[in-house]
Nanobody, 115 residues
Framework: QVQLVESGGGLVQPGGSLRLSCATSGSIFSIYAMGWYRQAPGKERELVARITPYGSTNYADSVKGRFIISRDNAKNTVYLQQNSLKPEDTAVYYC?????????WGQGTQVTVSS
């Protein structure tokens, strides 16, 4: 069983920054890709950023140059540094991994960008 627990969301003004964290259970963290998704009200869940076990990353076009995904295998944790936040970044952010053909999700953390 894989458990994912997100933290770090909150209310921030446009142009501000947040760092989201996703702590995982188990010792298998280092061999699986991890992803951050988000879902805004009335919209489908979308991939924001993904990182492979070797540190290769990819990003949605809408966050390139502003968000940075990273991982600390010693702490079984993946991070999403969010800079230059915009109102359109407002969403619930979810951590995700695929293990044994099954998708695992955290409970989500709310990010609200508003003045």
């Amino acid at each position: 069983q894989v458990q994912l627990v997100e933290s770090g969301g909150g209310l921030v003004q446009p142009g501000g920054s947040l760092r989201l964290s996703c702590a995982t259970s188990g010792s298998i963290f280092s061999i699986y890709a991890m992803g951050w998704y988000r879902q805004a009200p009335g919209k489908e869940r979308e991939l924001v950023a993904r990182i492979t076990p070797y540190g290769s990353t990819n990003y949605a076009d809408s966050v390139k140059g502003r968000f940075i995904i990273s991982r600390d295998n010693a702490k079984n944790t993946v991070y999403l540094q969010q800079n230059s936040l915009k109102p359109e970044d407002t969403a619930v952010y979810y951590c995700n991994t695929l293990v044994g053909g099954k998708n695992y999700w955290g409970q989500g953390t709310q990010v609200t960008v508003s003045s």
